[in-house]
């Protein structure tokens, strides 16, 4: 029973245009949601978080919208960059307990 | 600080011998995780301690999977006997107890049981 979701597991995508990674869960008692990058051996890296009281959160060229009530999660990174080639993972918080997706593996070609 | 360090980087061990994965979590975090990532499930919760007491295992696969916290700083998984099937990348993570706070996870350790 997977609670979250990332039903694209690649995503190809030019350099300069934008990225749209995108992530569904299901749990209600979610109340904050991440997106961890992944390079080959190395662990995940944290990259932006949202709570479940906000729709919209930026850092820089990376966004996360949040629709609660279609319980789905986005991230767009624009504009892409050839190092935001990585998997990325959303995963949802519940207390203190992280659930990922399975991650989407992005290529940004130049 | 050194952030989260997960010994070995890579293990290939013989199906039937036990193996233990250790991670030392970054210092003054008092939750840690162990996940465990494959191509088939993802990245797994396989158990979390809070205050290296353990909190939920219900993620552990089976009995052949146990983990301990003896203190603060210290952290092991382990495996016997071991199967083909646990192959797999085993990430630690650590974090502050609490909510709305993002884990930092370690490098992994690459197991392969041959």
């Known amino acids: 029973d997977q609670q979250v979701k990332q039903n694209s597991p690649s995503l190809s995508v030019q350099e300069g245009r934008i990225s749209i990674l995108n992530c569904d869960y299901t749990?209600?008692?979610?109340?904050?949601f991440l997106w961890y990058k992944k390079y080959p051996a190395e662990g995940p890296t944290f990259l932006i978080s949202?709570?479940?009281?906000?729709d919209k959160n930026e850092d820089g060229r990376f966004t996360v919208f949040l629709n609660k009530s279609a319980k789905h999660l986005s991230l767009h990174i624009v504009p892409s960059q050839p190092g935001d080639s990585a998997v990325y993972f959303c995963?949802?918080?519940?207390?203190?307990?992280?659930?990922f997706g399975g991650g989407t593996r992005v290529l940004v070609k130049p | 600080d050194a952030g989260v360090i997960q010994s070995p980087r890579h293990e290939v061990t013989e199906m039937g011998q036990e193996v233990t994965l250790r991670c030392k979590p970054i210092?003054?975090?008092?939750?840690l995780f162990w996940y465990r990532q494959t191509m088939m499930r993802g990245l797994e919760l396989l158990i979390y301690?809070?205050?290296?007491?353990?909190?939920?295992d219900s993620g552990m696969p089976e009995d052949r999977f146990s983990a301990k916290m003896p203190n603060a700083s210290f952290s092991t998984l382990k495996i016997q006997p071991s199967e083909p099937r646990d192959s797999a990348v085993y990430f630690c993570?650590?974090?502050?107890?609490?909510?709305?706070?993002?884990?930092?996870f370690g490098q992994g350790t690459r197991l392969t049981v041959v």
């Open positions: 993570a650590s974090s502050h107890t609490g909510m709305h706070t993002e884990a930092f």
């Open positions: 749990n209600s008692m979610f109340d904050y």
């Open positions: 949202i709570s479940s009281i906000k």
């Open positions: 995963a949802a918080q519940a207390g203190n307990k992280l659930t």
């Open positions: 210092s003054g975090h008092n939750s």
């Open positions: 301690f809070n205050n290296n007491v353990p909190i939920d």
